[in-house]
């Protein structure tokens, strides 16, 4: 099956400093999304892209579909201590059948 | 208004039990899944219905049997409940025939099995 590599699987970081992380697939994908999981709950929508190289904002938030349709970032600027969680990217080859990163825990120290 | 809720929010169980978790949304969605997220946290999807329809049903044990009575509801049974079922189960929905499908998550049911 489809597989894809989410990287780093943790980061600790300053408040105050910008996060990277991304995901890369051998596959290409229709659809990139990003959710956020705070402790104790499902994951939240928080970008979803559907064109090859279209680059969405959100807040502080900012993701990308890469130009090869096999790659996704996200950025998150000015970290604070809600950003804590894990991020997940998912990829979807077809409406609705996503294939899920591994996840990157993301902690911010105050 | 909650969009996909699930109860139990929490499930303690033995070895051997049977249970269900329940799962509604009531945003229109035409697709409904079950995912499973293990203790290292990773989402693999379990199954996904379309319109009361089975459409995908990923490697799981047939002791996991998901009944979706209509499409704004999707159920997940349990038969003989191991030890390796401990996780926690998310239900999610999407709208399929949009086009885009992106998925909103439940709230999950955290099973532990002793």
């Known amino acids: 099956g489809q597989q894809l590599n989410q990287s780093p699987q943790s980061m600790f970081i300053q408040e105050g400093e910008d996060v990277s992380m991304n995901c890369t697939s051998s596959?290409?994908?229709?659809?990139w999304l990003w959710y956020k999981q705070d402790p104790g709950e499902g994951p939240v929508l928080l970008i979803a892209?559907?064109?090859?190289?279209e680059l969405t904002s959100n807040g502080r938030l900012t993701a990308q579909f890469g130009i090869t349709r096999k790659d996704s970032f996200l950025n998150i600027s000015a970290s604070i201590p809600s950003d804590v969680g894990i991020y997940f990217c998912?990829?979807?080859?077809?409406?609705?059948?996503?294939?899920f990163g591994d996840g990157t825990t993301l902690t911010v120290k105050p | 208004d909650t969009a996909v809720s699930q109860t139990p929010k929490y499930l303690v169980t033995q070895m051997g039990n049977d249970k269900s978790i329940k799962c509604e949304q009531n945003?229109?969605?035409?697709?409904m899944y079950w995912y499973k997220q293990d203790s290292k946290k990773f989402l693999k999807i379990m199954f996904s219905?379309?319109?009361?329809?089975?459409?995908i049903n990923e490697t799981v044990p047939n002791r996991f049997s998901p009944k979706s009575p209509d499409k704004a509801h999707l159920n997940l049974h349990i038969n003989s409940l191991e030890l390796g079922d401990s996780a926690v189960y998310f239900c999610?929905?999407?709208?399929?025939?949009?086009?885009?499908?992106?998925?909103?998550f439940g709230p999950g049911t955290r099973l532990t099995v002793l």
């Open positions: 596959s290409i994908f229709n659809t």
């Open positions: 998912a990829g979807q080859s077809s409406p609705g059948k996503s294939t």
């Open positions: 999610a929905s999407s709208q399929v025939l949009a086009g885009v499908g992106e998925q909103f």
């Open positions: 945003l229109g969605h035409d697709t």
């Open positions: 892209l559907y064109k090859a190289g």
């Open positions: 219905y379309n319109n009361k329809e089975l459409i």
